[in-house]
């Protein structure tokens, strides 16, 4: 027995010493790819010394001498932080990811082969403009000096990722860049997903005008600009103006409600207390370990210029430079229509078009797949667009026996010069520059808004499309292909988009809400993505007659839900103060103590009170029992809150009421019966949930940021590593927004939100500040993976200066890059 115990041990403790080796050496080989930043280092495709000077946030200052070089400077630093995931945003794009994942991801290779985004970038690149096609050139060499630094000093690769999944370096190209501005612009768009959802509940509702309860349209004429405060600018000159419009598993597309967000404000000088102009621009995206966005600076011949990048795209997305400031806001614009394409019942390779039968244009594509069999697919288009198959999107679900549906898209578009826009902004002076250079945006359609210190402006970039004022549905869902009038007339000229200038209140913003009432074709959007932010913001503006740099910061960071003030006293306006006390432990006990929490609550969502839990639950409860007896297994699509339907219900309007009696039951249930009970569902589900009195609950436990690695976020252990989870405050419809998953055991994780803020001041522009939501580097073990992510949970800012004196004061290393001899 003493001999097999001392054998035990021995092969116990060289298990432990060969265990530890090898996490040694999985340690050695993934710290061999992170940067060193404090290096000279002589680099292939440099015209002359560049000099990146990382500040104390790991903030890359690129000092070059000429324009090529800066752009060159931001591929190198892109690549040496971000460079698995700028490689795994081109292989989405290119169709590719079953290359490296399996049959995971077969769908999402077969929807991008479909779209053809990459072939339409590589045709895009010929149609940008000289300077662009220079940047998107210096850029490529940039990522590639990096690439061949790699290879040539065995770096690790370049990222952890590379040793696990095998993924190639290929070299970049100036393509790749332009087709991660496409990807950016379907994560961006949900009008085609909304089509299908507003067609199948269409079909699923027994009643017609309960559509416009469950999917309402938002009232009013919109709002961009505030002149009803106007009385508190004096001295202001200018009118506010509206452009006449001419007459007539990696899966990219978000869901519904999580397309594209964000907030974007400005104030001219006559309402800031500092005498020059503001900005605070927040984009809302998806979140991710790493973020989307980078940080960095870039010095060009029209000077400085600092802000959120995207790795991948040479350009600074929002920011400012020495002369302008930008912020953008996803605007919402209808840029996506489906067609019902008739097949030939006689020849299948034909679809009717308005003048008889038409060939489909066809190619065959094959999608390899690791450790499995090729997959042919056949890609089809018509003079609509791109054939998309009925597994996707639940297409099949609305597209009869007969026929096949197309899509239409401003992004399809093989002269796309979006970046050209985007490069162009960098070296605006005024206003009115950067409006005109914005005419070659193309998509995704932004709201655009901008100061150059003394006036502000906000302007709707992007192509409109141009229908036709017979089209049968407006847009809204799938119409006949084959009828004229359905079909896309080209753009609206750029004089069509909605411009606001020089507003007599000296505000102007955009939280993705109503901009204005336009009568279709020339309307913008039937959906929008916000009806409740706007009310708030637009009373913390109206609530000071001058803003400063720490006023639009406090306003990023409101966290009160103008939604939770006003369905609160609607809902639970018959269970407030009725009955008599219960006793401890039952059902109307704990209803009671519930609603007495509720009545003291200001609708803030802090991550530290219980109320918002309790609120968020009940009203989720609250809609599924509303909806589900008749929309049946369709109400498992409307999983987040819909407020504007909530307040219909609750007011009656236009019969809305009729949602809350239950057609199945011999009763007839009023909607004070479905609040209380839904709100008995919450409060179960809460107990069974967290196990803890009410008083005792925490948003924050519920509403965590999740940040997660979008590959290794789901392996044991490593999740441990390269997750980032924030308990935060917030959520779907405050300005700190924090929009909710809305599906799953945790319904209200944080997975959608501002991963960029920046606050703008033009009369101390080193005093501007920015922040994103995890850190520079997409290494999970460098310490700057997540050490913005703390300051950003906390409202906490860093230094937007473009100083670089004080970028050297506490540098965390200086790169210098000179040409390598020939």
Not at 106 to 113: G, I
């Amino acid at each position: 027995m003493r001999i097999i115990f001392r054998w035990l041990v021995r092969l116990v403790g060289v298990a432990l010493i060969l265990g530890a080796l090898a996490v040694m050496l999985v340690y050695y080989l993934g710290a061999r790819s992170l940067p060193d930043y404090d290096v000279r280092a002589a680099v292939t495709g440099l015209d002359q010394a560049l000099e990146i000077v990382r500040d104390n946030s790991n903030v890359p200052h690129i000092m070059a001498a000429t324009d090529r070089d800066a752009f060159f400077g931001l591929g190198y630093v892109h690549a040496q932080d971000r460079l698995w995931q700028m490689t795994l945003m081109r292989r989405t794009v290119q169709g590719r990811l079953s290359e490296v994942f399996g049959t995971r991801t077969v769908e999402t290779d077969n929807l991008l082969r479909r779209l053809d985004l990459y072939t339409l970038a590589r045709r895009s690149v010929a149609a940008q403009d000289d300077r662009t096609k220079a940047a998107l050139r210096a850029y490529a060499d940039g990522v590639n000096a990096r690439i061949d630094e790699i290879n040539r000093e065995s770096l690790g690769r370049g990222a952890p990722e590379f040793f696990l999944f095998g993924a190639e370096l290929a070299p970049w190209q100036p393509a790749d860049s332009l087709a991660i501005v496409k990807l950016m612009a379907l994560q961006l768009s949900g009008h085609l997903s909304n089509e299908v959802l507003r067609a199948r509940t269409s079909l699923a509702l027994d009643d017609a005008d309960r559509l416009a309860d469950i999917l309402p349209d938002v009232p009013g004429t919109g709002t961009a600009v505030l002149p009803e405060y106007s009385s508190l600018a004096p001295g202001a000159t200018g009118q506010t103006r509206i452009a006449a419009a001419p007459k007539g598993g990696f899966w990219p597309v978000p869901e519904h409600g999580l397309a594209g967000a964000s907030n974007a404000w400005a104030a001219d000088p006559t309402r800031s207390a500092s005498g020059g102009a503001l900005l605070a621009n927040d984009p809302h995206l998806g979140f991710t370990a790493p973020a989307i966005w980078y940080l960095a600076r870039m010095q060009l011949s029209s000077g400085g210029v600092i802000g959120g990048t995207i790795p991948g795209i040479p350009a600074i997305m929002v920011g400012r430079s020495e002369a302008l400031g930008w912020g953008l806001t996803s605007s919402y614009l209808d840029d996506q229509d489906l067609f019902l394409e008739k097949l030939n019942p006689d020849n299948p390779d034909q679809y009717q078009g308005p003048e008889g039968w038409r060939r489909f244009e066809t190619r065959r594509s094959i999608i390899n797949i690791k450790d499995a069999t090729p997959v042919t697919v056949t890609l089809r288009w018509t003079e609509n667009g791109p054939v998309l198959p009925g597994t996707q999107f639940d297409l099949g679900a609305i597209t009869p026996p007969g026929h096949v549906m197309a899509l239409s898209w401003t992004a399809l578009s093989p002269a796309d010069t979006s970046l050209t826009a985007a490069v162009g902004l960098m070296y605006a002076e005024t206003i009115d520059d950067a409006i005109a250079q914005s005419e070659a945006y193309v998509a995704p359609s932004q709201m655009l808004t901008l100061t150059d210190g003394t006036e502000v402006a906000m302007q709707l970039i992007g192509a409109m499309p141009a229908r036709d004022d017979a089209h049968q549905s407006q847009g809204r869902m799938p119409a006949p292909g084959w009828i004229a009038a359905n079909r896309w007339q080209g753009s609206l000229p750029y004089s069509a988009n909605p411009r606001f200038a020089d507003p007599l209140g000296g505000i102007v913003g955009n939280t993705n809400n109503k901009v204005l009432d336009r009568p279709f074709p020339l309307h913008v959007s039937y959906e929008w993505g916000d009806s409740q932010r706007v009310q708030r913001w637009r009373t913390l503006m109206q609530g000071r007659e001058v803003h400063t740099r720490d006023s639009f910061i406090e306003f990023q960071l409101d966290t009160v839900s103008e939604a939770a003030r006003t369905l609160l006293p609607l809902i639970g306006a018959d269970l407030w103060f009725t009955g008599e006390a219960a006793p401890e432990g039952t059902p109307e006990r704990r209803r009671r103590d519930a609603l007495d929490l509720l009545a003291e609550w200001n609708g803030e969502m802090s991550e530290h009170l219980p109320e918002p839990l309790i609120y968020a639950a009940w009203l989720r409860f609250l809609q599924d029992r509303l909806i589900r007896d008749d929309l049946g297994p369709l109400a498992d699509e409307f999983t987040r809150i819909e407020p504007l339907f909530l307040e219909r219900v609750y007011r009656d309007v236009d019969g809305a009421a009729a949602w809350c009696d239950v057609a199945r039951s011999a009763v007839e249930e009023s909607c004070s019966d479905l609040a209380r009970l839904a709100l008995d569902d919450a409060l179960i589900w809460i107990e069974e949930t967290y196990n803890t009195t009410l008083a005792s609950l925490r948003w924050g436990d519920a509403h965590e940021a999740t940040h997660d690695h979008e590959v290794l976020g789901e392996v044991p252990v490593l999740q441990a590593f390269v997750n980032i989870r924030q308990s935060t405050s917030g959520g779907d419809f405050t300005l700190q927004r924090g929009a909710t998953r809305g599906r799953g055991p945790n319904p209200f994780l944080n997975v959608h939100g501002a991963g960029y803020r920046g606050v703008y001041d033009f009369a101390d522009p080193d005093s501007s500040v920015f922040i994103t939501s995890t850190g520079q580097s997409g290494h999970f073990l460098s310490r700057h993976y997540d050490d913005l992510g703390q300051l950003w949970r906390r409202g906490e800012y860093i230094p937007m200066s473009l100083d670089p004196d004080l970028a050297r004061a506490a540098a965390v290393g200086i790169t210098e890059l000179v040409p390598a001899a020939e």
